[in-house]
């Protein structure tokens, strides 16, 4: 499996087009890695508290004076441990003591985002330079500025079940024999593992709202909104739960006014999507050079935020529930899936007519000719589709012909094996007994549920 690239989820419902058409953007997501920076970084890891990390397998040399590199790296080593635990124990000083005391607008910027932490509960966090990362001059800053790549791990308390890896470009610049951060924003690479958005915390004054497994981040000044939107996301959880038969740890909200909360590159049909599920992307071994998702959280478009409510979650919370079994499942069960998590809900919450409406027309104009099941690469399209519908009607006969357990196994395993047509194939026959074609003539029998 190649870690370099991974595609990140998009969930997209676009409740302004009516029901359905909704496409799955695939922003990628590049690891940048730089070789030439290799030996750079290996040479000064050595972190603050003296203990000799082997990174890539290169002894650290200790028995000689240290070089004026390795002693930079130890310095900015020692300024980011001391953040990090500044901010697990709520000291504020601690956090901006090595922020430069001559930039006012750094300092307010990093006292909000100390707020914000506090604010959202981190278990975990902690800040790890990439060793592989050569840094980078800054002659703006003075002589000594150099840029550094370091990976934030952060654990939400009581919503993420491990780190997320947010990546961050941070300038240091010595002054009187101290390092200081100086500029944070020098490198393109801070969206790197997040898609082109910026995290939460970095947009502002908030308010979160919780109930039990659930967060929700809102503007400072829509704490009500918020509170809706967590009373929203707990009435969408027990029908994902019984439909995916997983329990995410909890799962965060984000509804933000800001656009920078949200990737432009998340469209769909030719618009933008209305929420995504964007994964969480945790290191997979201590260097961090490989990564994995653990989960996902629910980023809402700024624009849909008053509008959200429990089925466009449900819609979010199934793929975010799925997330971690793997990126191999097709379009049509990921989509389909997470539709048919969405519309039993509907029916559910007063709806029946509308969606018995939404099949028979599927049913009558869309299925009747199609040929294939739907294909990944024109999935998402520039135009309004029924990829949607059609999936969710397959899924949909799925889960009544063979019973959500098969539909379930056959997604984890599609989810786990290669996006190879032929491996698809095989998987489909393993659990549904019936090649493709078979499928998809039987679905032209399919008269909806019993
Ligand atoms: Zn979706």
């Known amino acids: 499996m190649d870690m370099d690239v991974e595609p990140v989820g998009v969930e997209p419902v676009n409740r302004k087009r009516g029901r359905g058409p909704l496409l799955w953007i695939a922003g990628v997501v ?19 508290g003296g203990e ?61 985002v100390f707020a914000n932490l506090r604010m ?3 278990r975990h966090l902690s800040f790890q330079r990439d060793a592989r990362w050569a840094p980078e001059p800054r002659a703006q800053h003075g002589p000594s500025a150099r840029t550094v790549r370091v990976l934030m791990l952060v654990q939400i308390a009581g919503i993420d079940s491990s780190p997320r890896a947010v990546s961050l470009g941070h300038t240091f610049a010595e002054r009187g024999g101290q390092w200081l951060l100086v500029a944070d924003d020098d490198l393109g690479i801070e969206s790197e593992l997040s898609g082109g958005y910026r995290e939460p915390w970095d947009l502002g004054a908030i308010a979160v709202a919780r109930k039990p497994g659930v967060l929700v981040i809102v503007p400072a000044a829509e704490r009500r909104n918020g509170e809706r939107l967590a009373r929203e996301s707990q009435a969408a959880m027990p029908g994902v739960r019984s439909v995916t038969r997983r329990a995410p740890a909890g799962i965060l909200v984000i509804a933000l006014a800001d656009r920078q909360s949200m990737d432009p590159g998340w469209r769909t049909g030719g618009h ?6 964007a994964h969480n992307f945790s290191p997979a071994n201590p260097e961090a050079t490989e990564f994995m998702v653990t989960g996902s959280r629910v980023v809402i478009n700024p624009g849909e935020r008053r509008e959200a409510d429990r089925l466009l979650l449900a819609h979010e919370f199934t793929h975010a529930a799925m997330a971690s079994l793997g990126n191999g499942a097709p379009t049509w069960l990921v989509e389909g899936y997470a539709e048919y998590g969405e519309l039993r809900l509907a029916e559910r ?62 997604y984890a395993d599609l989810a786990r094996g290669d996006d190879d047509p032929a491996v698809r194939e095989q998987v489909i026959r393993k659990h549904l007994k019936v090649t493709e074609a078979a499928l998809v003539a039987a679905l032209k029998k399919y008269d909806g549920p019993a």
Request: hydrophobic letters at 45%; zero cysteines.
């Open 52 to 112: 000799a990390s082997a990174a890539a397998g290169t002894p650290t040399v200790t028995t000689s004076e240290p070089s004026d590199e390795e002693r930079m790296l130890a310095g900015i080593d020692a300024v980011l441990k001391a953040r990090a635990s500044a901010v697990l124990s709520g000291r504020l000083p601690q956090y901006l003591q090595a922020v430069d005391p001559k930039n006012r607008k750094l300092r307010q910027s990093h006292q909000q």
């Open 272 to 277: 933008p999507a209305a929420a995504v599920a």
């Open 349 to 410: 919450s007063g709806y029946r007519r509308g969606v018995d409406a939404h099949r028979r027309e599927l049913l009558r104009e869309e299925i009747p000719r199609r040929t294939v099941l739907p294909i990944d690469g024109v999935f998402h399209g520039e135009y309004d589709e029924n990829s949607y519908g059609v999936s969710w009607i397959i899924v949909e006969y799925l889960a009544e012909k063979y019973g959500l357990a098969t539909v379930n196994a056959l």
């Open 120 to 122: 959202i509960g981190v």
């Open 30 to 48: 590049v690891l940048a890695v730089v070789a030439a920076a290799v030996i750079w970084g290996v040479v000064g890891r050595q972190d603050a």
